[in-house]
C-alpha cells in the first residue's frame, strides 16, 4: 500500500514546502532588502550563498528550480530570487517543481529506510 502512496506523500511535502517558502517570501517582499540582512545574516556569509547566488543570475527561474531539487535549506534562494526581483509566481513555481522532484526522488529511499526498520529487506515486496 505504502509503494502507491510515495508520489502523493512526496507531492503533498513539497506543496507544504511551497507554501511556506510563498509566505517567506511575502514577508520579503513587505519588509524589504534591509530586513532579510539584519534577521539572516548567516545565510549572506554562507558558501551557499555564492554558489545559489551564481545560479540565480545565470538561469533566473531555472536557477531557482535548480537548487530547489538538491536537499538544502531554501531560504537563500528565496532570499536571492527576491533580491534580484524574480517575479514571486515563477519563484514558487520553480521552488514547487523542484521539490516534487526531489521528494519523489527521495520517497523510495525514504520508504525502503522505514522497511528496514521494521525487519523487512525491501518495501518493494
Avoid at 514547487?96 to 521494521?118: D, E, Y
Wanted: charged share 10%; hydrophobic share 45%.
Amino acid at each position: 500500500a505504502q509503494k502507491q502512496r510515495f508520489v502523493y506523500v512526496a507531492l503533498t511535502n513539497a506543496a507544504g514546502v511551497t507554501l511556506g517558502i510563498a509566505i517567506f517570501a511575502l514577508l520579503l517582499e513587505h519588509h524589504g532588502d534591509d530586513w532579510a540582512r539584519a534577521s539572516f545574516p548567516s545565510v549572506f556569509s554562507s558558501g551557499t550563498w555564492q554558489t545559489t547566488e551564481s545560479l540565480v543570475q545565470s538561469y533566473g527561474g531555472g536557477g531557482i528550480f535548480l537548487v530547489s531539487c538538491l536537499p538544502v535549506l531554501l531560504h537563500p534562494v528565496v532570499i536571492i530570487g527576491m533580491l534580484a526581483r524574480i517575479k514571486l509566481p515563477i519563484l514558487v513555481g520553480a521552488v514547487f517543481a523542484g521539490r516534487c522532484i526531489k521528494c519523489v526522488c527521495a520517497a523510495p529511499c525514504s520508504f525502503s529506510g522505514l522497511s528496514r526498520a521494521r525487519g523487512r529487506s525491501c518495501i518493494y515486496r
